[in-house]
């Protein structure tokens, strides 16, 4: 069971930018897929970003597109996401979550699904004022 800890939230001015990280402990990191989602008061969790285990590919949702990067660097099992030009309606509760399948590739429709994913983190709040 893969154990997941975010750390990087906080409070920002719109404009601005944070750099979450994800620290990953108990299976083999380079082997899975991973991605972030958020979570807005009274709205559905969705995927913000995803990574593939090999690197090669990154999916992004519309909304973050040229603002969020995802990295991951392996030897420090540990996924990044680099947020820029936050806006207002960035402000969520922002998780990290790893595929629960090695190796694998998957359409977008599948990388958006959180029941494709396990060992999600506790969560950390990104709130940005306007």
């Known amino acids: 069971q893969v154990q997941l800890v975010e750390a990087g939230g906080g409070l920002v001015q719109a404009g601005g930018s944070l750099r979450l990280s994800c620290a990953a402990s108990?299976?083999?990191?380079?082997?899975?897929?991973m991605g972030w989602f958020r979570q807005a008061p009274g709205k559905e969790r969705e995927l913000v970003a995803r990574?593939?285990?090999?690197?090669?590919?990154?999916h992004y949702a519309d909304s973050v597109k040229g603002r969020f990067t995802i990295s991951r660097e392996n030897a420090k099992n540990t996924v990044y996401l680099q947020m820029n030009s936050l806006k207002p309606e960035d402000t969520a509760v922002y998780y990290c979550?790893?595929?629960?399948?090695?190796?694998?590739?998957?359409?977008?429709?599948?990388?958006?699904?959180?029941?494709?994913?396990?060992?999600w983190g506790q969560g950390t709040q990104v709130t940005v004022s306007s």
């Open positions: 979550a790893a595929d629960r399948v090695a190796f694998r590739s998957v359409d977008v429709a599948t990388a958006r699904r959180a029941n494709e994913y396990d060992g």
């Open positions: 108990g299976r083999t990191f380079s082997s899975y897929a």
């Open positions: 990574i593939s285990w090999s690197r090669s590919t990154t």
